[in-house]
């Protein structure tokens, strides 16, 4: 009697054919090489030409920085060119209208050429577009040369002045008086001396009307000014007028 055949498992595999193996490998290898794709040599190149384009822009900024050391010294000259002429500004068209800088201004202008101040007005500003517009009236008392002397001064001064009228008088002009048909100072009968037709002196009247301008968007820094700042008074206190000696 013959004995029984063994009974096969159910999951029991047949043996794998030559091609079968060889299919089964090939799939494995294009698997692998799918997945090393997209899971390590995409992201791999992805991140270096991440750092390629930083390196190029680190490049960039280290060449800029570079080309800035190497231009230091003009910047820093500019920058102190710019501060200077900010400074100037600053005194050109200052944050307020600085009444008392221009009133000593007006005293050391009468030391150094004779004329003399006899009266000055102070007028309420007017707006101009960005900037406040004071009007200064005042006459000046002296002789030609001295008033020539004062202008200057004024038109030379560190703020920004626009002249608007200068008006120079002679100082003794008198119109000639005819006969006055009375007597003499003798007490009898004769004619009057006639007064002068020209000065006979060299003094002279000048009366101005300037313009100081102010650049209220300065009041918050003017403000914080010590003041008087930048005056040093050299004449004897206790006199009843600042325009006489």
Same mark, same amino acid.
């Given at each position: 009697m013959a004995s029984p055949e063994p009974k096969q498992g159910f999951?029991?595999?047949?043996p794998l054919t030559g091609r079968e193996r060889t299919l089964l490998i090939v799939g494995f290898v294009v698997i692998y090489a799918v997945g090393f794709v997209f899971l @390590? +040599?995409?992201p791999y190149t992805e991140r270096i030409s991440a750092l390629e384009g930083t390196l190029t822009q680190k490049q960039d900024q280290?060449?800029?920085a570079m080309a800035i050391f190497?231009?230091?010294?003009?910047?820093?000259?500019?920058?102190?060119?710019?501060? !200077?002429q900010m400074a100037s500004l600053d005194l050109l @068209?200052?944050?307020s209208n600085r009444t008392a800088h221009f009133l000593y201004a007006c005293g050391q202008w009468e030391r150094t050429t004779g004329a003399r101040v006899v009266d000055i007005v102070f007028n309420l500003p007017l707006t101009t577009g960005d900037y406040q517009e004071y009007t200064v009236s005042f006459t000046v008392v002296g002789t +030609?040369?001295?008033? @020539?002397?004062?202008? !200057?001064n004024l038109e030379g001064m560190n703020r920004l002045v626009r002249v608007d009228s200068v008006v120079l008088e002679p100082g003794d002009a008198t119109e000639g008086s005819g006969s006055d048909g009375g007597t003499g100072d003798d007490g009898t009968g004769g004619t009057a001396e006639p007064a002068p037709l020209f000065p006979t002196t060299d003094m002279?009247?000048?009366r101005y009307i300037v313009h100081l301008f102010v650049d209220p968007s300065k009041a918050a820094a003017a403000a914080q000014?010590?003041?008087? !700042?930048?005056?040093?008074?050299?004449q004897p206190e206790g006199r009843r007028s600042p325009f006489l000696p």
């Amino acid at each position: 009697m013959a004995s029984p055949e063994p009974k096969q498992g159910f999951f029991k595999l047949r043996p794998l054919t030559g091609r079968e193996r060889t299919l089964l490998i090939v799939g494995f290898v294009v698997i692998y090489a799918v997945g090393f794709v997209f899971l @390590v +040599y995409q992201p791999y190149t992805e991140r270096i030409s991440a750092l390629e384009g930083t390196l190029t822009q680190k490049q960039d900024q280290l060449g800029a920085a570079m080309a800035i050391f190497h231009r230091l010294d003009e910047i820093n000259t500019r920058i102190t060119e710019l501060n !200077a002429q900010m400074a100037s500004l600053d005194l050109l @068209v200052p944050g307020s209208n600085r009444t008392a800088h221009f009133l000593y201004a007006c005293g050391q202008w009468e030391r150094t050429t004779g004329a003399r101040v006899v009266d000055i007005v102070f007028n309420l500003p007017l707006t101009t577009g960005d900037y406040q517009e004071y009007t200064v009236s005042f006459t000046v008392v002296g002789t +030609y040369t001295a008033q @020539v002397g004062f202008l !200057a001064n004024l038109e030379g001064m560190n703020r920004l002045v626009r002249v608007d009228s200068v008006v120079l008088e002679p100082g003794d002009a008198t119109e000639g008086s005819g006969s006055d048909g009375g007597t003499g100072d003798d007490g009898t009968g004769g004619t009057a001396e006639p007064a002068p037709l020209f000065p006979t002196t060299d003094m002279a009247t000048a009366r101005y009307i300037v313009h100081l301008f102010v650049d209220p968007s300065k009041a918050a820094a003017a403000a914080q000014e010590e003041p008087g !700042a930048g005056l040093t008074f050299t004449q004897p206190e206790g006199r009843r007028s600042p325009f006489l000696p």
